[in-house]
């Protein structure tokens, strides 16, 4: 008799999801599918706005990295207006983007998935959650926490608010950096580098004890798509996209942002709201890819910073092989490296003199019906695409939200997981719980809505063909 | 109303506000002699320097010996007056006024360009305003935004006409008139046509500047950045009042 898993909601995860199991009568796993559960809408919405609104619009998709959304959306806005901006209110833009990386990557890391990777796939889920951290390490609970404010404070310094900043404009940023607040980030910086590097010398010696999880959880073939600089290093900002393939040889390189359409086709599918990209040569589903920290990690020559040009180094060596990492596993590690990264390149951006220059915005109106912005958000590649009329009124928007490229990669990496460890015939927490994990590696934004970790049920019901529920197993 | 003609003998009154006694021109209204005092009433449609309405009603104050609420904008004071401006019954019904300008259009503070900077957001904190009780209309109005300089969106409209009062009384344009009835009354540039169209408008911007919320706005503002100036008002209503 074939059965249903269903294991909903997937908790320690930003948004709404639900994954289901079938599995055959003989208790294998025979299918396993990564639902979206909700529908939102901006795309259509959005319609008929200004499009000087659509940076607030397209920011309030999400609580924990609205920074991205307003990036993404200004530039689409630079764009339209056919302005190239000022180069301060880009090294200020891009300070904002990289204090956003690094607290929405201490989110991922401390207060997600810090549970799983310290207390054990199969620890007690009452514990299993960043209350749980804080009685078994609580400098390490301490440290995350520090970190992520850190990286909150930073965008308040200088958007004047954690959450939803509008100091990002179409042109540029509104206001500029003063020596004070200049002062008031850089004072910060040097504890956060201690703490990352501390965290990443701590992780790397807990990687070895996850090689299991690590060779079972999303280790397959894709491409990688990111943007990197135009000397090739790791790029959040600007740049170009780069895609490379399982084998790490690059397959497209230096393409203008602007000319996505050509690569990335969305296909549709009925059991989830969100979209499945594609890249377009390859059609559907063979197209799939990857995208956030260990794409970009893949895709990057060099961080060209310091520290993070070593961790990348070893980073490279988590396999064997020399080619990308394959695992997904390794989300949390690339994760890590970034933070560093991020920590050191806000540093030298905010040293630079010019950063307190005050031409931070160019002024020009809707010059172009067609405006493409794309960034790096935290999660991956964020692309905003808006057309307009002639009265600046939005017609048409298409956004590719990162977690939407991933979405072909987790749900392959469930059927993974799922085949590896769920055994049908007796169904246990923590092998549910190692499915939910594969998805807490790409840290989906699903709802972009932050939701607080533990308070969530989940509620796993086994049916039989007649859908009668045989069993449940539910906590929180 | 029309625009008060300054007398030069006018008699002097008293009145209580609140308990208080005040003295006053017989010719001025309640809410002036509230503004004078600063004794703060709620008001959305009245501004100092444009003729009165009394459309919004929230400036309603109860006076001793009047059945039904009277409208501060729209009353002169008269010697012996007893006015309470402040009771839990006004109190409610002014934020019930409040709760349906927003329930009546697509007032999206978080994205509005006059965010932080808009008289009904004021006033729904001013009036308590944590939540909207009753069901929002959710209908959808539209932006013109033809204008080179200027852009109207109706859906942040709250019907007060100040910028219909203003063009009329101070610009002497008339560019602006309200159209419809009930909740498909909008204000009209020419008859209606697009702004960008209109040949009585004069792209003097009075209009903007008085606009209590982000309606009318200058183009090329973003989220929080439409910051009104509205001191040019009484300076010009004197002044026009002296020739």
């Keep these: ?476 | 109303m029309p625009l008060p003609v300054p007398q030069t003998n006018v008699r002097v009154v008293t009145l209580k506000v609140d308990g208080q006694d005040y003295s006053a021109r017989e010719d001025e209204t309640i809410i002036e002699v509230c503004r004078e005092n600063k004794i703060p009433i709620p008001s959305l449609c009245w501004m100092d320097g444009l003729s009165v309405v009394g459309a919004c009603r929230l400036c309603v104050v109860e006076i001793a010996g009047s059945p039904r609420l009277q409208a501060a904008c729209a009353t002169r004071v008269r010697e012996g007056m007893v006015v309470q401006t402040n009771t839990d019954k006004l109190q409610r019904y002014r934020r019930t006024i409040v709760e349906l300008l927003f329930a009546e259009r697509n007032h999206i503070c978080s994205v509005c360009v006059s965010n932080g900077h808009c008289e009904l957001q004021w006033l729904a904190q001013t009036c308590g305003v944590d939540h909207v009780r009753m069901p929002y209309r959710n209908a959808g109005y539209s932006v013109d935004s033809s204008h080179e300089m200027f852009r109207v969106d109706h859906n942040r409209c709250v019907l007060c006409t100040r910028c219909v009062r203003v063009c009329d009384e101070i610009e002497g344009a008339h560019t602006w008139d309200v159209m419809g009835r009930g909740s498909g009354c909008q204000v009209v540039t020419d008859l209606a046509k697009p702004w960008g169209d209109s040949e009585s408008c004069t792209s003097c911007g009075k209009c903007v500047q008085v606009c209590p919320t982000g309606a009318l706005v200058k183009q090329g503002t973003s989220v929080g950045e439409m910051v009104k100036d509205q001191t040019f008002l009484s300076i010009l209503a004197r002044r026009r009042s002296h020739r």
């Design chain 1, 1 to 476: 008799m074939s059965r249903t898993i269903s294991i909903e909601p997937v908790t320690r995860i930003e948004g709404h999801a639900r994954i289901t199991l079938q599995l055959a009568d003989t208790g294998e796993v025979e299918d396993a599918k990564f639902h979206l559960t909700q529908f939102r809408g901006f795309e259509k919405f959005c319609e008929g706005r200004p499009y000087r609104e659509m940076p607030a619009l397209t920011a309030r998709t999400c609580g924990i990295c609205p920074v991205s959304h307003l990036l993404a959306s200004n530039k689409a806005c630079d764009d339209l207006l056919a302005v190239t901006i000022p180069p301060t209110a880009e090294k200020l833009r891009r300070i904002m983007n990289l204090a956003q990386l690094l607290q929405s990557h201490a989110l991922s890391f401390f207060h997600l998935s810090s549970p799983d990777l310290l207390l054990g796939w199969d620890s007690d889920p009452a514990q299993r959650n960043i209350f749980g951290v804080m009685r078994a390490d609580p400098q390490l609970a301490k440290n995350g926490i520090r970190l992520r404010q850190i990286g909150q404070t930073i965008i308040e310094t200088l958007g004047g608010k954690k959450i939803h900043p509008t100091w990002v404009v179409p042109g540029g940023v509104n206001e500029p950096l003063t020596a004070e607040k200049r002062d008031a980030m850089l004072a910060m910086l040097p504890e956060a580098l201690t703490i990352a590097k501390d965290t990443y010398a701590f992780y790397k010696t807990l990687v070895p004890k996850f090689q299991d999880e690590a060779s079972h959880f999303g280790t397959m073939k894709t491409l990688f798509l990111s943007l990197v600089s135009p000397d090739g290093h790791l790029e959040h900002c600007n740049g170009y996209l780069r895609i490379k393939d399982a084998e790490g040889r690059i397959v497209e390189d230096m393409v203008p942002p602007g000319e996505y359409p050509r690569l990335i086709g969305e296909a549709v599918e009925d059991f989830s709201y969100m979209k499945f990209p594609y890249y377009k040569p390859l059609g559907y589903p063979k197209g799939i890819y990857r995208v956030g920290p260990l794409a970009r990690l893949n895709n990057a020559d060099a961080c060209g910073t310091p520290y993070a040009d070593v961790a990348l180094a070893e980073f490279h060596t988590l396999q064997e092989d020399s080619g990308p990492i394959a695992s997904s596993f390794h989300y949390h590690y690339a994760r890590l490296v970034e933070i560093i990264y991020a920590i050191e390149s806000m540093q030298r951006l905010l040293k630079a003199p010019s950063i307190l220059d005050t031409r931070v915005r160019a002024r020009a109106r809707g010059n172009k019906s067609e405006g493409i912005g794309v960034s790096e958000a935290p999660r991956g590649t964020l692309m905003h695409h808006y057309k307009i009329d002639d009265e600046g009124l939005i017609t048409w928007v298409n956004l590719i939200i990162a977690t939407g490229h991933n979405n072909l990669a987790m749900n392959r990496s469930i059927k993974q997981v799922a085949d590896a460890y769920v055994d049908g015939t007796d169904v246990k927490e923590g092998m549910l719980n190692r499915v939910e994990a594969v998805i807490r590696c790409y840290d989906p934004c699903l709802s972009c809505a932050s939701h607080a970790f533990g308070q969530m049920p989940m509620v796993v019901e086994i049916a039989n063909a007649a859908g009668e529920v045989v069993r449940r197993i539910a906590r929180g």
